[in-house]
């Protein structure tokens, strides 16, 4: 069993920064993909960034330009930098890590944009 814990959420400001965390148990990170998905009130999920074992990244529509997805493998951690943040950025963030037959997901972490 993977667990995956976010850190990071809190309050943001429109057009600034913020970086998130999701630290993994076990081998699976370090020998998979990992990503951030986002689900705002009403909305359906949706992809936010993924990166493979590789280092190959894939992003959302909405956030490419601004995100960045990083990992450290020796730390089990993928990050997800985030800048010029939008109101419209407000959601809970998920961390996922996943092969071609399993995906663990993390519990959430809230980022709210707002002044």
């Known amino acids: 069993q993977v667990q995956l814990v976010e850190s990071g959420g809190g309050l943001a400001q429109p057009g600034g920064s913020h970086r998130l965390s999701c630290a993994a148990s076990g081998n699976f990170f370090s020998n998979n993909a990992v990503g951030w998905y986002r689900q705002a009130p009403g909305k359906q999920r949706e992809l936010v960034a993924t990166?493979?074992?590789?280092?190959?990244?894939n992003y959302g529509d909405s956030v490419k330009g601004r995100f960045t997805i990083s990992r450290d493998n020796a730390k089990n951690t993928v990050y997800l930098q985030m800048n010029s943040l939008k109101p419209e950025d407000t959601a809970v963030y998920y961390c996922?890590?996943?092969?071609?037959?399993?995906?663990?997901w993390g519990q959430g972490t809230q980022v709210t944009v707002s002044s």
């Open positions: 990166i493979t074992s590789g280092g190959s990244t």
């Open positions: 996922t890590a996943y092969s071609d037959y399993l995906r663990y």
